[in-house]
């Protein structure tokens, strides 16, 4: 079946668009991109798709899935598409997982546009898009509580650093709906001035999911503690609580011998 023409193009640019998308159950069905969405270079056509990443970042296939979903989300509205970002894991990343990332971001360009696309009963025009996000886009709850999530940032053992040692438990917002932050960590633990990298890293990691999070132990060295490794930790953090809720599967929160994440009821990794 042929679909709608490509007659009305984006009349401004949208930049930021970010899908992180996870289907549990599914064990290939995991994509992470980042888009810009600008309007066309030319009159009439199909949308253009520009893949900036290198086929060692994303497997040409998955850059094509990229395209079509991207094609069919836009349902008649015409861009110029960037994909500037794409975080690919061999085991859990399948092409069908990315056409429909695809699909979602080109969803979330047009309502990030005000543009309204044709709706259908299992469709409505306002969705929610859960895993999209850009910059502006006020983010979904997160859908549980997760307690006790502790992050080890512990890189060059031996040499200098960066460390950081975090316990947090991250749980939906409150009543005002906005992501919040308290340490009830003594200062000689955690000393407040790495509290804004833990902050821009709980952001980064969380992809626009709104939690309320409380750090409820800490630890730093005075030598090897940086705003890096609190970053880090920070980001570690809020990949976990999306992965213990179900948001993400485990192997996007990237755990290895000098970045430990751990939570109750995790299962062990070998």
Not at 124 to 130: A, N, Q, S, V
Not at 165 to 185: I, R
Not at 212 to 231: K, N, P
Request: aromatic share 6%.
């Amino acid at each position: 079946m042929a679909g709608r023409p490509f007659s009305t193009p984006i009349s401004a640019p949208v930049r930021d668009i970010r899908v992180r998308y996870h289907r549990p159950g599914d064990a290939g069905a995991y994509a992470h991109l980042l888009a810009d969405f600008e309007p066309p270079s030319g009159p009439g056509g199909e949308p253009e798709f520009v893949n900036e990443l290198s086929r060692f970042q994303l497997p040409p296939g998955h850059a094509e899935a990229v395209r079509q979903g991207v094609r069919e989300g836009l349902d008649g509205h015409r861009a110029l598409v960037r994909l500037r970002k794409g975080t690919f894991y061999l085991a859990d990343s399948a092409e069908h997982g990315y056409r429909e990332a695809g699909r979602l971001a080109a969803r979330g360009a047009l309502l990030a546009a005000g543009l309204r696309a044709p709706g259908t009963p299992s469709e409505p025009l306002d969705w929610e898009l859960p895993g999209v996000t850009w910059p502006g886009r006020r983010g979904l709850p997160l859908p549980a509580a997760v307690r006790g999530l502790t992050v080890r940032v512990q890189y060059n053992r031996g040499g200098c650093g960066p460390f950081a040692l975090v316990t947090a438990d991250l749980e939906p917002p409150g009543p005002g709906g906005g992501p919040e932050l308290l340490s009830e960590v003594p200062e000689d633990r955690l000393p407040a001035e790495y509290l804004p990298a833990l902050r821009a890293g709980l952001a980064d990691g969380l992809c626009g999911v709104l939690a309320r999070v409380r750090i409820t132990d800490g630890r730093c060295h005075e030598v090897d503690s940086s705003e890096l490794g609190y970053e880090l930790a920070g980001r570690a953090a809020g990949l976990g609580a999306l992965a213990a809720t179900g948001l993400l599967p485990d192997a996007a929160v990237g755990d290895s011998y000098a970045l430990r994440v751990t939570w109750p009821g995790r299962p062990a990794r070998a």
